[in-house]
């Protein structure tokens, strides 16, 4: 595959857009840029770049027969369109075009369209990501933060979520979220042992009619020891194979077993609120990671709670934590109350509320931050 771009684009600021999407991905270089369409696609027809970026005209017929006659070369091309409708991304796709990006353009909609066009030279491409919400303390928002989150990510990218409850022995997401799940965890990795993957999957419980799962807790606090590190390690394998992201609330001890599951995470949502002890145990936290040899790049701080007018200012959080803080979720007593209450997302609470926008906020940060990095291959 070569790693040519070229855009066919009249407007400046799209344009602009996409330089800067663009050099974020190091692998693919922009060859060319045209706003003459003609000489665009006869340059394209010769240098056979491996993406075009074409921006409609408006001209239904026009652009389908360069749609074709580029899709026709093998070269991949992305639609852009200002006033699209059904029809229109129907034919563009019929004439063989890869994908259709809606403008003004957004960020992770361009970015999933070029990863669409890339799979070869994205080494990472399928690969379910584990995703840890940890902290060494409870009640800090552990579960609240990966229920949220976890509905973000199903609503937000519509693959297939799912959350576990390995928050052991006490788990609570199906208090955060009214499931009744018929199997938990520990039966679900005892049947697995001679049934294999099957039984994990048919342990995982749909929410209500979307593509989130979960995974939910021991109902008996014994069922839970017995559990070891490498039923953990069978469990995330067979999740992998149906899941594109895998949610864990995880338990508050530092044992084998939860330094197990941070291991083989991919992302650690190491969480804490601004407050000095709870700051000065974060940062053992980051210490042990790093003695444990996890990739820095692996834990992101999340402060929940937040209050924007705290004694204690997140640039000391940053000071003391040697590190900037990925993400702040607001104080909101009454939404999370309520949400735990009725056993619904806050999403389901109040659309418009401001944890809702974070979780939100925050699901849209990770997604975009995981495909860039599928790209780097980091
Ligand atoms: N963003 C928030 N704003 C206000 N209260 C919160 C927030 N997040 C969590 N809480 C409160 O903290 C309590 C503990 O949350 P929970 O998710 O159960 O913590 P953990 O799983 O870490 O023990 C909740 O009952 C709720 O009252
Ligand atoms: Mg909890």
Known sequence: MNNKIIIL?????????????????????ID?????????????????????????????????????????????VIVLSLNYTTNLVIQALRAGAKDFVSKPIIKKDFMCSIKKCCKDVVKAINKSNIISIFSNKGGIGKTAIATNLAVEFARQTREKVVLVDLNLPLGDVTTFINIKPSVTISSAIETATHKGAEAVLNACKQYKDTSLYVLAEPIYLEESHTMTPTHIFKLFEYLRESFSYILVDVGTNIDKMNMKILELSDLILLVSIVNLPLIRNCQRCLDLFNNLGFDENKTKIVINRYLENDEIKIEDVEKVLNQSIYWKIPNNYFTIMSSINKAMPVCEINENSNVTLSFSGLANKITEDIIIKDFIGS
């Open 9 to 29: 684009e009249k407007e400046e600021e799209s344009v602009e857009l996409i330089k800067n999407y663009m050099s974020e991905i190091e692998e693919l270089n």
């Open 32 to 76: 060319a840029i045209f706003t003459n369409y003609e000489e665009g696609v006869k340059y394209a027809s010769e240098s056979l770049p491996h993406i075009v970026i074409y921006s409609s005209t408006n001209d239904n017929v026009y652009d389908t027969k360069i749609i074709k006659k580029l899709s026709d070369l093998s070269i991949n």
